[in-house]
């Protein structure tokens, strides 16, 4: 069995990576060390940064993830101040800013950036994106974050309507998890 730490004090995303390479031989272990995010103009950036400063403190086999929510309607907002935007307004802040908009124009994508890195080798990017719109109000009590109000292209249900299991198959983490499983095959 393979041990992975992933660095994230995000309790669902460690459930939901947990879920995924628990099928896989990994066991995921959480480490909340923590990494300065940077200000960037890309969720690369910011988890390449990420990566290079968490090598220099461990010397393990590691996953770390940065993912946001792009809305087209925002010009992109928040994009890679997501989780910055969530602390500050969540969902119903965005939900304001989004107040009158038509539905139709309520277009969104979720987008994670998970990154591998081995010992003594460079960072490996594995990207995964979600189409979908936001919602006009709150939905469903699972999940994290905006999944409240984030209806996948298709889905009459938000990701917080959706157990795991269900949102790991579309979400842009599960594509991105998905890439990681199949990468750690070829290893």
């Known amino acids: 069995m393979r041990t992975i730490y992933f660095i994230t004090g995000n309790m669902g995303k460690f459930e939901e990576a947990k879920s995924m390479l628990s099928k896989v031989n990994v066991r995921l272990i959480q480490n909340n060390l923590g990494y300065p995010e940077i200000q960037a103009d890309s969720l690369e950036d910011v988890a390449s940064f990420g990566a290079k400063y968490i090598q220099k403190k461990i010397d393990s086999t590691f ?19 997501s989780a910055y935007v969530f602390y500050s307004i ?28 081995e010992p003594d080798k460079k960072p490996r990017f594995l ?6 719109k936001i919602s006009t109000l709150e939905m469903g009590n ?15 249900k938000t990701f917080a309507q959706m157990d795991i299991k269900e949102k790991n198959r579309i979400s842009h983490r599960g594509k991105s998890l998905k890439k990681l499983i199949s990468l750690l095959k070829d290893i």
């Open 142 to 156: 699972q999940g994290f974050g905006y999944d409240p109000i984030f209806l996948p292209n298709g889905k009459t």
């Open 90 to 117: 969540g969902c119903s802040g965005i939900l304001k800013l989004l107040d009158g908009v038509d539905t139709d124009l309520r277009i969104a994508r979720f987008k994670s950036v998970l990154t591998l890195v």
């Open 63 to 81: 996953i770390l993830e940065d993912a946001g929510l792009f809305i087209e309607n925002l010009n992109g907002f928040p994009g890679v101040y």
């Open 127 to 132: 990207i995964g994106e979600c189409g979908g």
